[in-house]
């Protein structure tokens, strides 16, 4: 059995779904017993395909609703600081480092223009900021 099979890459869909199916309700969609899809993913687990768990929380109905990107050029000796400060802004999602003119990509949802206006003067002591705005998600996967 190749991990991942036609089957196996059912049972991630169903777990990306909605992760708190049986194994039971599972089986009975890919056409196993709950034992063997039990099985199943202790293998996609024991194997890093599967790392975790977790609850997808909806950041507009906390209130969270701006969101945008920062791009920040700085050298690239700022970046553990950068990481370091942006640790403790649950405001910030994600950093990618990324590759071209800019340095760093901040992935940030914020509840107000003025929220998002303090993190660009904060990040402006790493470095040169440009904001990018975003209006609305046209495409979001949640399954591979």
């Known amino acids: ?50 790392e975790n768990y977790t609850a997808t929380i909806n950041p507009q109905k906390l209130g969270y609703t701006l969101k945008a990107f920062i791009h920040l050029t700085c050298p690239a000796t700022r970046y553990k600081a950068v990481q370091e400060w942006a640790q403790h802004k649950k405001e910030i999602r994600e950093i990618y480092h990324v590759l071209g003119q800019v340095s760093l990509m901040l992935d940030i949802q914020t509840r107000s223009i003025e929220d998002l206006e303090t993190l660009v003067q904060q990040l402006s002591t790493f470095g040169t900021t440009e904001t990018t705005l975003v209006f609305s998600t046209l495409l979001h996967q949640n399954s591979w």
């Open 1 to 50: 059995m190749s991990l991942l099979d036609e089957t196996n890459q059912r049972i991630l869909t169903l777990l990306q779904q909605n992760a708190r199916l049986t194994h039971a309700q599972m089986a009975r969609e890919v056409g196993l017993t709950a034992p063997s899809v039990a099985e199943r993913i202790r293998k996609l687990e024991d194997a890093g395909i599967i």
